[in-house]
């Protein structure tokens, strides 16, 4: 019954095993965490063979990146089983290769980037089944030349990128898409193409087309060329004459550039049929008198320009006349790139009144005069200025006088160190301002005050040290200020005041060394982030109220990175009132203890990460994730835990994704795992996780689970053993600890429970008499015993209770060795020796003699030392088959007595016994006379037993001769 139990367990465990999903593991790719298994990426892997990076990957995946590993080659049918595929990127590997059937049954691919690689040669069907794509890219390899047909079944490819190649033959090219009849942009930049000549026409879809930095020299084209094309770039193409468009169609052309080419503008514009407000004028050598016939130029054939881009032209001086030529700019002008050392106010726009975006970017600027008393038109469409990329080192009052309609104004990355009182004086309808990666240490109460309308401040990476009282007070709509990157300590009492609609707030890189109460009396209902990171706030008790106890509406918060050694102390009160934060960043702190009640408020958290955060060795309390049900990203890397648990974590039912590597954990208790029912990724690298019976489960779950994806699973390595995986180690003799030694170990008690108190009561005596048989066996008195056996020192043993001793003496002694009989008795109180245990004279005794005599009466049944004595003679008689034994019976007993007595009832059946004759006998004195003779009788036999069947006889034949009738004296059974 036992064995046929183990069959149907191990029977049940194997199908179970059976019944069990594949994994949710990859070998070398990471399955995007929201994506359900779409997305996937392999990035910087170290395995060069395609099938081992994707045959593991479901049949779902739409999206799949390969990128950074050294890969060369692409075999036949490598993605075959994901004919799914809609999106394929094998960019920044060593692909060199590329087999015929490649991309064989891809026919629902639509975008395909192998650019930065190694190619040289491509098959001329390897792209034979990609029906639908519509995007390709061949960017940055060593193509020379396309094969003859290659493009042709891609009848809906739209983009087409070429570039960074050593392409030479435009005919070939024009040849292989000449049929791709949606095609819309080619990409040739960075090719040694010298002339466009080609045979066939290019498809009419086609709207644009970069030739930048080849080699041309001539288009050597049809006039019908270009007859389709919307946006052409010729730029770097610096041997490109103004006389190769002589006669090319250019009226459909909507931006054309020609920067660093061979064009002269003006000859260009006098042969060509281009209309003059579609060129793009940057880095074509206008200056001084070339842009004064430009202007003039450009009047005669246009009324209005929409974009004047002028940048990279070496333009030094802006005056008046600069532009006075010039058609009206109905939009943006652009002169970055140049080297103006002065704007003037913008005093050379005094007829360009209608401009709306001005772009000084990349030039000398040092200064920003003051505009007050300059007479001058105002411009007011002007709506965006730029001084981006200048050497600006103040802004004077009044700078802006002029441009009091501007909207953004950028002035970052600048060396501003000095904003005048009234620098922005005017700028009313200001909404993005960009003083960022400046100078600045001072601001002041009059600043701004004329920018009530700003929304976007951003005054990152200046030398701020305090916000004085009132610096903000007129930005009742500002919704975004960053101050990060300062060197900020304090914000004096009203230094906040006035930010009525804050929403996001940017302190980080400062030296704030608490958080200032003005936070949460100033932004009660607005602000959703605050970025406190990398400051020196730090807690030295507990007792602090919570500064953010009315930021309600709070959703993203960062602490990380407090300097110089971290936040060291979280209070457990520190984080009340947040019941809207959604994020919560408290990287590399050094905190060293997490109060079990430090994150209770923050009860509509969805992502948190403790990613080194903490000291040493973290003991995560029990509960502390217990109010966070809305989590669904936690990243507790590196914090040195040691044991994941169903208390710490349990309560996170809605955590998606997990990061727990690198902490110090041995063994993941599966049952806490499996209490995150929405988890689906799991990251635990570089933990060690012993290869032992210890996470036999935990290898299980992470190979068979098909919810969960454990990243790079099975890359995990014994910590112990390299040369063996967490995934694969030996787990058999675990299963044999918990199944079959159990059972066996139960197996064996159960029965030693049900048989021992059976052999104790059956076969007690028999043990015990074996235990000392087998002590005396390798004795010299057994050898001796054996060798003496038929010359007996005793003829009888006389083996009796002290009870019946009386008997003995008085009447067993004298018959037996008085009255002329000879025999010689062995007595315990007479004949056994001093000082030698008593089983080892029993024993001697026993052997020493030719019979023992059993007086049986009901004490010697109840003696223990009388019961050894008959189990050793009793030995002789059925081991040995010697007639050593002789039962005398000193009074009847009845066989209920005698039912517990299997060894003596035994040897009643095979043996004839005496009975002494009792004194309710008819006549004593003849019976006891007759007892004796049949006593010595007995005596005198020999003691070797012949057959079973000769011994039944003769005993029949005695047995008739000495029976007496009388029920009181017999002497038979």
């Known amino acids: 019954m036992a064995s046929l139990t183990y069959q149907l367990l191990s029977v049940t465990v194997v199908l179970g095993v059976v019944q069990l999903i594949s994994g949710y593991s990859f070998r070398n790719c990471i399955e995007d965490p929201y994506s359900t298994g779409q997305i996937f990426k392999c990035i910087l892997r170290k395995e060069n ?162 030739l930048s930095r080849n080699k041309l020299r001539t288009l050597g084209c049809k006039p019908s060329f270009l007859g389709f094309i919307k946006l052409l770039d010729l730029s770097y193409n610096p041997m490109l004459s103004s006389m190769a468009f002589q006669g090319v169609d250019l009226r459909h052309i909507n931006y054309l550039r020609l920067r660093s080419t061979g064009v002269k503008v003006v000859e260009f514009l006098n042969i060509s049929n281009i209309n003059a407000n579609h060129v793009d004028f940057t880095g074509m050598g206008l200056k001084d008198d070339n842009l004064t016939m430009l202007c003039r130029l450009l009047k005669r054939k246009v009324k209005w320009i929409p974009k004047l881009r002028l940048g990279s032209n070496g333009i030094k001086n802006l005056t008046s006349s600069t532009l006075f030529d010039c058609p009206n700019i109905t939009g943006d002008l652009d002169l970055s790139h140049n080297n103006l050392k002065s704007t003037n106010c913008l005093n050379f726009l005094d007829r360009q009144t209608l401009i709306k975006s001005f772009n000084a970017e990349h030039n000398h600027l040092t200064s920003l005069q003051s505009c007050k008393t300059q007479n001058m038109t105002y411009l007011t469409n002007l709506k965006e200025l730029s001084y981006r990329y200048n050497r600006i080192l103040s802004v004077s009052s009044y700078a802006f006088h002029h441009t009091q309609n501007i909207k953004t104004l950028k002035l970052n990355i600048n060396t501003i160190a000095f904003l005048e009182r009234e620098a922005f004086n005017g700028l009313e309808r200001l909404e993005t301002l960009r003083l960022d990666n400046n100078l600045l240490t001072d601001l002041f109460h009059y600043t701004f005050e004329d920018n009530f309308n700003l929304q976007i401040l951003n005054l990152r990476n200046n030398r701020i040290s305090v916000i004085f009282n009132g610096t903000f007070l007129s930005l009742r709509n500002l919704t975004t200020l960053d101050l990060g990157g300062n060197k900020i300590t304090y914000f004096q009492p009203s230094g906040l005041d006035g930010l009525k609609s804050l929403s996001k707030f940017y302190l980080d890189g400062n030296n704030l060394k608490q958080i200032d109460t003005s936070l949460y009396r100033v932004f009660q209902d607005t602000l959703t982030v605050l970025d406190l990171q990398s400051n020196q706030i730090h807690f030295l008790h507990e007792k602090i109220s919570s500064p953010f106890m009315n930021l309600s509406n709070l959703k993203d918060l960062k602490l990380d990175s407090q300097r110089p050694h971290g936040l060291t102390l979280l209070p457990r009160t520190f984080l009340r009132g947040l019941h809207s934060l959604e994020s919560l960043y408290l990287t590399n702190n050094n905190i060293f203890y997490l109060a079990p009640d430090a994150f209770d408020d923050l009860t509509s958290l969805k992502f948190l990460t403790l990613d080194n955060c903490c000291v040493g060795v973290t003991q995560l309390q029990p509960g502390i994730f217990k109010n966070l049900k809305k989590l669904t990203r936690l990243i507790v890397e590196n914090m040195g835990i040691q044991n994941f648990s169903k208390e710490v974590f349990g309560d996170l039912t809605q955590l998606r994704r997990l990061q727990l590597n690198r902490n110090v954990m041995q063994s993941i208790m599966v049952d806490a795992l499996e209490s995150l029912p929405k988890l689906h990724y799991l990251d635990i690298r570089n933990t ?89 066996w390798f004795g010299e008195q057994w050898r001796r015993l054996r060798e003496k056996e038929e010359n007996c020192k005793y003829d009888a043993f006389i083996s009796y209770n002290s009870s019946d001793e009386q008997w003995v003496m008085d009447q067993l002694m004298p018959n037996l060795e008085g009255n002329g009989s000879s025999f010689k008795l062995c007595l315990h109180h007479r004949d056994f020796e001093l000082g030698r245990f008593i089983v080892d004279n029993i024993v001697s005794a026993v052997y020493s003699s030719r019979k023992t005599i059993c007086v049986v009466s009901r004490n010697f049944l109840r003696s223990e030392w009388c019961s050894l004595e008959i189990q050793l003679a009793s030995y002789r008689l059925f081991d040995e088959h010697r007639d050593v034994l002789l039962l005398v019976f000193l009074e009847p007993i009845s066989d209920r007595h005698m039912s517990s007595y299997h060894r003596m009832r035994k040897i009643m059946l095979k043996k004839t016994y005496l009975q002494w004759p009792g004194p309710d006998c008819t006549n004593p004195n003849q019976a006891q006379e007759l007892f004796w003779n049949q006593l010595r009788r007995a005596m005198t036999s020999g003691s070797r037993l012949g057959t079973e069947e000769n011994y039944s006889q003769g005993r029949e034949e005695e047995d008739t001769d000495t029976h007496i009738s009388d029920e009181n004296c017999y002497l038979l059974p």
Request: proline share 4%; net charge neutral.
């Open 688 to 776: 060690p996780l012993s290869c032992t019976c210890k996470n036999n489960l935990l290898q299980n779950w992470t190979v068979h689970n098909p919810q969960v994806q454990v990243v790079y699973l099975y890359n995990l390595q014994c910590p112990h053993d390299a040369k063996h995986n967490f995934y694969n180690f030996d787990t058999k003799v675990c299963y044999i600890d918990l199944g079959e030694y159990l059972f066996f170990s139960t197996a064996v008690v159960i029965f030693l429970f049900t048989v021992t108190p059976l052999l104790y009561v059956k076969l007690y005596w028999k043990m015990k008499y074996s235990y000392y048989v087998f002590r005396s």
């Open 49 to 210: 063979n395609m099938h081992a990076i994707i045959n593991d990957l479901p049949s779902s995946a739409i999206n799949l990146t390969i990128s950074f590993s050294p890969l060369w080659h692409i075999p036949s049918k490598s993605f075959v089983n994901l004919s799914s595929l809609q999106d394929l990127r094998i960019d920044q590997n060593h692909l060199r290769k590329i087999d015929q059937f490649a991309f064989q049954t891809l026919t629902r691919l639509q975008s395909l980037n192998m650019s930065v690689n190694n190619i040289s040669e491509l098959n001329p069907s390897v792209f034979e089944d990609l029906h639908n794509l519509t995007f390709l890219s061949l960017q940055n390899n060593t193509l020379r030349e396309l094969p003859e047909g290659i493009f042709s079944t891609l009848l809906n490819l739209d983009t087409l990128i070429l570039s960074h190649n050593f392409l030479t033959n435009f005919s070939g090219i024009a040849e292989s898409v000449s049929n791709l009849t949606n095609l819309r942009i080619l990409d040739l930049c960075f090719n040694k193409l010298t002339s466009l000549t080609h045979n066939v026409s290019l498809p009419k879809s086609l709207t644009t087309l970069y």
